[in-house]
């Protein structure tokens, strides 16, 4: 991964770990459901962020090796992992 994608989703992912300490600490102070639910709506958006970038990256560097390496099983392995990753992932 590349260092700055590395330092970028660190620091999302350390926001994204307040968050959800903040969204405990609302049910425990029995907030109104609306408001739990809008916070972690907001989680699950911010960490499909993290997972767009991570698999940006991979693309422009792990499958992008892949293919100028003119290695078919690396490229055919490459692929078929990203499309096993696609096939569990909800755009």
Same mark, same amino acid.
């Given at each position: 991964?590349? &260092?700055?994608?590395?330092?970028? !989703?660190i ?8 968050? *959800? ?11 109104? !459901?609306?408001?739990?639910? @809008?916070? %972690?709506? =907001?989680?699950? =958006?911010? /960490?499909?962020? %993290?997972?767009?970038? *991570?698999?940006?990256? &991979?693309?422009? &560097? !792990?499958?992008? &090796?892949?293919i @100028? ?9 490459? %692929?078929?992992e990203? /499309?096993?990753?696609?096939?569990? @992932?909800?755009?």
């Amino acid at each position: 991964m590349e &260092h700055a994608t590395q330092k970028s !989703c660190i620091a999302r992912l350390r926001r994204i770990e307040g968050q *959800v300490r903040g969204i405990a600490r609302m049910i425990e102070d029995e907030r109104y !459901c609306i408001d739990v639910v @809008t916070q %972690v709506q =907001a989680v699950k =958006a911010a /960490l499909q962020k %993290v997972e767009t970038e *991570v698999l940006k990256d &991979h693309v422009q &560097h !792990c499958v992008e &090796h892949a293919i @100028t390496s003119g290695n078919a099983k690396e490229q055919r392995q490459k %692929v078929a992992e990203l /499309l096993q990753v696609l096939g569990r @992932t909800s755009f």
